[in-house]
Structure formats: C-alpha cells, structure tokens
C-alpha cells in the first residue's frame, strides 16, 4: 500500500490529462514527484495544489521532450536537486488525425521528436543509476493504436509502434538489473489530446461514450508502480480486439472496417 512512499517519481506531460492525475495519485501515496510539461505556469499551479491538499514534496521543471539538449540539462539539475529517480512516467506525446499523403515532413519529424526520440532521451537519462542500484521502473504511455492501426492515424500509429518496439527491447535488456518496463497502451481518453488530433471534433463526438476517464488510467498506472507489470491495457474490449487483429488481421479490418473510419 506504501510501496511509493518516499519514493522519487518522474512525470512528462506533466500538466494535464493522464500525466496530471499521475502526479496527483503519486503524491496523494507519499511519493517525491518531479513534474515536467512545457508550460511552467501549469506545473507551478499544480505544485502549489498538491503541496497544499497532501503536504507532498513536488518539483517542476519546464522541460521540451524533444530538445534533447534540454532533457540533458533538466535531468542533471534533477539529479542534483531531487535525486535519482526510481519511476519515470514518460507521458508526453500527441496526435494529429491526417491521412498519410497530407502529412508533411515536417510534421512527422517533430511527432516523433516528442512521442520517440524524447521519451528515450528522457530513459537514456535514469538508466545508468537505475542500472547501478539494480532497481528502477520505466514506464511508457504508448496507445491501442500502436496494436491496431487506422486510417488517418498513420503518423500516429507509427510512433506508438516504436514506442512498443523500443519497450519490448529495452525490458529485454534490462532484466537482469531489476528494472522494470511497463507499456501502457489506452484507447481513447477524456483529455484535450483530441482538440490537437481531431480539430473537427467529430470523432470525439461519434466514440464519446467509449471514452476513458483519465484518472481511471492514472489510477492502473500509479497502482502498478514498481511491480514488474509488463503491460496495461484499456479498455479490456479494446485489448480482446487488439488480439484478435494480431491473429487474423484480414478479418478484423473486414469486420471492423466502419469502426476503423469513424475519423
């Protein structure tokens, strides 16, 4: 029940959504967080709230995933400040919903700066001390749509495929250290990830009744901290239809195909 207490965790994409009610259930259990986001207003006002509801120890940081220079310099002050961490969430990451002759370039590099490469830069960051204390957990928010991929979310799909890759290999390698990886792959979820991704709204709109609720999400996440949990999967229809599209990818896009295109 105390498995957090005193504990040192690390949050990206810090200020809102899943990363937010992270942040909240870590410190409400007793845990140092760390909280990182862009907007260092946002993460000062969640400081102030969480030092004042539970009496918690939180730092923040402003911190771009994707400047690899920064994570660097933003880890070492951490280390220096805070300690080494024992947790890293790394939860920063976003979508936009085109198909895959209307995304440029540009746009597929800077997802993947943020939703790829900055959440390994920010794993490459722990690693050396989590390795020499032979204990650590790295836990990455990945996505159903890196199990199932669909149309208009081609980019999308793609980084959260690398995320798993990354993952599966990384948890491979790490084993005989007592490091843990965690993937947690949710389907869609109630936070403003959708007013980027779905600027419409007309696919939020059309699945709203199948939307997770961010604290449900966090509350699997916190609760599988430092347990050697390989993968957390929402909702349970969702990771049934996950498998099936893995056993027989034919018939689940034939079958599936109207649920496919609601984007």
């Not at 220096?80 to 979508?95: K, M």
């Not at 709204?201 to 347990?227: C, D, H």
Request: charged residues 20%; proline residues 2%.
């Amino acid at each position: 029940m105390n498995q957090l207490k005193g504990k040192t965790v690390i949050v990206t994409g810090a200020s809102g959504g899943i990363g937010l009610e992270i942040a909240r259930l870590a410190a409400e259990k007793g845990a140092r967080t760390v909280l990182l986001a862009r907007s260092l207003a946002k993460l000062e006002s969640i400081q102030a709230e969480l030092a004042e509801k539970y009496g918690a120890e939180v730092y923040v940081y402003q911190l771009d995933v994707s400047d690899a220079n920064m994570v660097e310099q933003v880890f070492k002050k951490i280390f220096d400040t805070v300690g080494e961490a024992d947790v890293l969430v790394n939860n920063a990451g976003y979508g936009i919903f085109k198909e895959a002759d209307q995304t440029d370039a540009k746009e597929a590099e800077a997802m993947f700066r943020v939703n790829v490469l900055g959440l390994m830069a920010c794993t490459n960051m722990v690693l050396p001390a989590m390795k020499r204390r032979r204990q650590g957990h790295i836990m990455n928010i990945a996505s159903q749509a890196g199990k199932i991929a669909t149309p208009k979310s081609s980019l999308y799909s793609a980084t959260k495929f690398a995320v798993l890759g990354y993952s599966n290999a990384l948890r491979l390698e790490v084993m005989e250290y007592g490091i843990h990886v965690t993937t947690v792959n949710p389907g869609p979820v109630e936070t403003n990830f959708f007013s980027i991704a779905d600027e419409s709204g007309s696919y939020a709109k059309s699945i709203a009744r199948f939307m997770l609720k961010s604290e449900e999400v966090a509350a699997k996440v916190v609760g599988a901290m430092l347990t050697n949990k390989r993968e957390i999967n929402l909702p349970g229809w969702m990771n049934a239809a996950g498998k099936l599209y893995t056993l027989f990818p034919g018939t689940a896009e034939f079958f599936g195909k109207k649920a496919f295109f609601k984007k």
